[in-house]
Each structure stands twice: as structure tokens, then as C-alpha cells.
Nanobody, 124 residues
Framework: QVQLVESGGGLVQAGGSLRLSCAASGRTFSSYVMGWFRQAPGKEREFVAAIGGSGRSKYYADSVKGRFDISRDNGGNTVTLQMNSLKPEDTAVYYC?????????????????WGQGTQVTVSS
């Protein structure tokens, strides 16, 4: 059974930074793409970033490119999302997810396991 547990959310002022972590278990971690998605109140869940199994390939939504950085530690089975220059519109519940295969999809339906989410609130 694959389990994903996010941590690191919280309240931050606009322009600030937060670091989200996702601890994974139950799967050979380095073999799978890991992704971050978010869902703001009243909106659909949207793609944020993905990282390939080796950590060399990364893919970002245009809205976070240049501000967010995704990384992974295959020895520690964790994936991290460093969020800088945060904006009020980044406020959402952030979810970690994993998918089979090497393609770094932005389509949430291709991800087969999800964490419970962690709240990020950015005040203006």
C-alpha cells in the first residue's frame, strides 16, 4: 500500500517562503514520477510541478515557474516543494501525488496515489 504524507503548510505573508515535504512509503520511490497539485476554494485541482524518478527532469506550471522548486531525495523517500515569492493566489490545499511511468504528466487523472493535503495560506 502506497502512502504519501505531506507536511510544511501554514500561513505566510505575501512575498514569503514555505517548504512543503511529502514522505512516501510502499513503493520503490526512485522509479516513479512525483507531482504536486493544489486546489483553491471553489476551484478545480490544478497541477503545480512534477519531477522524474532521478530528479534531473522537472516540469512546472507557468504560474509557479521561477518561484517554486521541486526536488527529491530518493534515499529518504521524500519530495519537496520550495515555494518562494508567494502570492495570495497561491493559497490552496497542496497535494502530493505519484504515478507509474516516466512521463511527467500535468493531468491529475494519470496519478494513482495521493496524500491528504496540506493547507497553504498567503496573506496580502
Amino acid at each position: 500500500q502506497v502512502q504519501l504524507v505531506e507536511s510544511g503548510g501554514g500561513l505566510v505573508q505575501a512575498g514569503g517562503s514555505l517548504r512543503l515535504s511529502c514522505a512516501a512509503s510502499g513503493r520503490t520511490f526512485s522509479s516513479y514520477v512525483m507531482g504536486w497539485f493544489r486546489q483553491a476554494p471553489g476551484k478545480e485541482r490544478e497541477f503545480v510541478a512534477a519531477i522524474g524518478g532521478s530528479g534531473r527532469s522537472k516540469y512546472y506550471a507557468d504560474s509557479v515557474k521561477g518561484r517554486f522548486d521541486i526536488s527529491r531525495d530518493n534515499g529518504g523517500n521524500t519530495v519537496t516543494l520550495q515555494m518562494n515569492s508567494l502570492k495570495p493566489e497561491d493559497t490552496a490545499v497542496y497535494y502530493c501525488a505519484t504515478k507509474v511511468g516516466s512521463y511527467m504528466s500535468s493531468n491529475e487523472r494519470t496519478y494513482d496515489y495521493w496524500g491528504q493535503g496540506t493547507q497553504v495560506t498567503v496573506s496580502s
